[in-house]
């Protein structure tokens, strides 16, 4: 059975950072492309990240180029996103996912992806 696990959220203030982590379990993470997808209170879910099954490979939303950075440890079966210079409209419910393959490519859509984890909450003071 697949099991994400997201940890590291929690309350931070305008211009800090935070990383957030997911820990898989029951599949081999190097057969996967991951992402980060995060819903803000009031609106839709969104992507704001992926990378391919190899790492080699990432995306981002613009709202995030440049202050998050991705990544994975396909031994310690963990995706994180580090977080810097955060700001309001960060503030969400942030889940990772995981799609089976994705070499030197990786999807931004929701649809692409079979697991999820719970999420694990961001809020943003100023």
């Known amino acids: 059975q697949v099991q994400l696990v997201e940890s590291g959220g929690g309350s931070v203030q305008a211009g800090g950072s935070l990383r957030l982590s997911c820990a898989a379990s029951?599949?081999?993470?190097?057969?996967?492309?991951l992402a980060w997808f995060r819903r803000p209170p009031g609106k839709e879910r969104e992507a704001v990240s992926c990378i391919d099954l190899g790492g080699g490979e990432t995306r981002y939303i613009d709202s995030v180029k440049g202050r998050f950075t991705i990544s994975r440890d396909n031994a310690k079966s963990t995706l994180y996103l580090q977080m810097n210079n955060v700001n309001d409209e960060d503030t969400a419910m942030y889940h990772c996912?995981?799609?089976?393959?994705?070499?030197?490519?990786?999807?931004?859509?929701?649809?692409?992806?079979?697991?999820w984890g719970q999420g694990t909450q961001v809020t943003v003071s100023s």
């Open positions: 029951g599949l081999n993470l190097d057969d996967y492309s």
């Open positions: 996912a995981a799609s089976y393959g994705g070499s030197q490519w990786c999807a931004m859509l929701p649809g692409n992806y079979n697991d």
